[in-house]
């Protein structure tokens, strides 16, 4: 039985190694992090990949940096990570 918990173990290291290996590759490749709902100040402000909001998007608001028709783009609020261009929150202003 411990020999069996200790295989199991060592599975579970192995697969956990290469998940941290791969997210590690993705985070280089993508050198900005897409905003978590769980982000303290996503929370905060309440911001949803989808707004549920007709006529508010990330994409149409004053504070959405980087390339029009980018999925995932900047925003000044959020330093360092993307948010999705649908996305809202409620520090939405409309873009001048
Ligand atoms: S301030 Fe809020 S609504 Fe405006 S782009 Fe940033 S996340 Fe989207």
Redesign the pocket.
């Known amino acids: 039985m411990k020999n069996l918990d200790r295989r199991d173990f060592l599975k579970l290291s192995g697969s956990t190694l290469i998940g941290m290996t791969l997210g590690g590759v993705a985070l280089r490749a993508n050198a900005q992090e897409k905003l978590a709902l769980d982000d303290p100040t996503a929370v905060a ?1 309440k ?1 949803v990949h989808v707004s549920e909001v007709e006529g508010e998007y ?1 994409d149409n ?1 004053m ?2 940096q980087g390339e029009d028709g980018a999925e995932w783009r900047p ?4 330093p360092g990570k993307v ?1 999705a261009a649908k ?3 409620t ?3 409309k873009k001048g």
């Open positions: 402000l911001y990330c608001c504070y959405i925003c000044a609020i959020f948010v996305g809202h929150c520090a939405w202003m």
